[in-house]
């Protein structure tokens, strides 16, 4: 069964630091793009992260650059999230998510069931 | 940016209606479009990609067409698991961006 588990929330003190991290199975996860989406409570979903399949390129939402850094270990099937310097704003449950690209499209087809990251004092 | 547009936010309908949400792109994404369900507690769930292309699994009461600026997602006959919060999002270029969402209730 192709799964993706996320791990690691949690409530934090502003300012201060958490890691994700994101478990794959039941798919070659080194072939795959991967990807960080967030949902603040109530709200909708935000774009937070991307990362090729090799590690060599990844891409950030402006409101998380120089604070949140993504990263995977191919050998271990694992993407993760170090989130530094957190805000009250980055409160919110974080999805990893499989990302397919073809010729002519994009998109996320494997989600995982998320983890809160509270940040709160 | 590209800013998604969805419309309406919310609707009210009955089961076996025909439902047509929209979404408007700020500019151009050719048919980088896709579209996502999401059920109160759970996680997202691919629709329809390439803004026609319907995802493996998903009933084909389910439709995306559009292009350009502008795309619609059709439920032909709304079915009671279909009560949900449905997302359009670009995949053209980063930042790739969501849609505000438009939540599906029962009339």
């Known amino acids: 069964e192709v799964q993706l588990v996320e791990s690691g929330g949690g409530l934090v003190q502003p300012g201060g630091s958490l890691r994700l991290s994101c478990a794959a199975s039941?798919?070659?996860?080194?072939?795959?793009?991967m990807t960080w989406v967030r949902q603040a409570p109530g709200k909708g979903l935000e774009w937070v992260a991307n990362?090729?399949?090799?590690?060599?390129?990844?891409y950030y939402v402006d409101s998380v650059k120089g604070r949140f850094t993504i990263s995977r270990d191919n050998a271990k099937n694992s993407l993760f999230l170090q989130m530094n310097s957190l805000r009250a704003e980055d409160t919110a449950v974080y999805y990893c998510?499989?990302?397919?690209?073809?010729?002519?499209?994009?998109?996320?087809?494997?989600w995982g069931r998320g983890t809160m990251v509270t940040v709160s004092s | 940016d590209i800013q998604m547009t969805q419309s309406p936010s919310s609707l009210s309908a009955s089961v076996g209606d025909r439902v047509t949400i929209t979404c408007r792109a700020s500019?151009?994404?050719?048919?980088?479009l896709n579209w996502y369900q999401q059920k109160s507690g759970k996680a997202p769930k691919l629709l329809i990609y390439?803004?026609?292309s319907l995802q493996s699994g998903v009933p084909s009461r389910f439709s995306g067409s559009g292009s350009g600026t502008d795309f619609t997602l059709t439920i032909s006959s709304l079915q009671p698991e279909d009560f949900a919060t449905y997302y359009c999002?670009?995949?053209?270029?980063?930042?790739?961006?969501f849609g505000g969402g438009t939540k599906v209730e029962i009339k």
């Open positions: 390439g803004a026609s």
């Open positions: 999002q670009q995949s053209y270029t980063t930042p790739l961006t």
């Open positions: 990362i090729k399949q090799s590690g060599s390129e990844k």
């Open positions: 998510a499989r990302r397919i690209v073809g010729a002519s499209d994009d998109a996320f087809d494997i």
């Open positions: 039941g798919f070659t996860f080194s072939n795959y793009w």
């Open positions: 500019q151009s994404i050719s048919r980088y």
